[in-house]
């Protein structure tokens, strides 16, 4: 399984991820940066599709992609599964973000298995487990 973290999120987390998922070979689950792979700034139009192809799963905080019709159809359309990080509100700081991702980790990447694509799945502060959206 592939997980590509967007541009949204600090690359400190996505590295954090990769590292901590890194010895965990027998999940075989791998964890990019959509800037490492596709370049900063691209467009999501031009990278929905290709992680897509992938057959990745995209990790964001731009609840956009599900919000606007058109890049909702789009990641409907080529089978993307999405999963929107809402951050707590505002006044939060670094750690209380990094806690957010690590503290989920597990639940999402035991919910996304059970999942056919494509899918979106929202993780607020207060969620348990993602919510299909």
Same mark, same amino acid.
């Given at each position: 399984m592939k997980f590509f973290i967007d541009e949204n999120i600090s690359p400190n987390i996505a590295q954090a991820l990769a590292i901590l998922q890194n010895p965990r070979t027998d999940e075989k689950i791998e964890?990019?940066?959509?800037?490492?792979?596709?370049?900063?700034?691209?467009?999501?139009?031009?990278? !929905?599709?290709?992680?897509?192809?992938?057959?990745?799963? *995209? !990790?964001?905080?731009?609840?956009?992609?599900?919000?606007?019709?058109?890049?909702?159809?789009?990641?409907?359309?080529?089978?993307l599964g999405v999963v929107f990080f809402k951050p707590p509100k505002k006044g939060y700081k670094y750690w209380d973000l990094v806690l957010f991702y690590i503290k989920r980790w597990k639940t *999402?990447?035991?919910? *996304?298995?059970?999942?056919?694509?494509?899918?979106?799945?929202?993780?607020?502060?207060?969620?348990?487990?993602?919510?299909?959206?």
């Open positions: 964890v990019f940066t959509i800037k490492e792979v596709f370049g900063a700034g691209t467009p999501d139009e031009e990278w !929905i599709p290709k992680v897509a192809k992938e057959d990745g799963i *995209v !990790i964001t905080q731009d609840r956009n992609i599900h919000r606007v019709q058109h890049q909702r159809e789009l990641y409907k359309k080529h089978g *999402v990447k035991d919910t *996304v298995k059970t999942l056919s694509k494509p899918f979106g799945l929202l993780v607020t502060p207060n969620s348990a487990k993602p919510e299909k959206l």
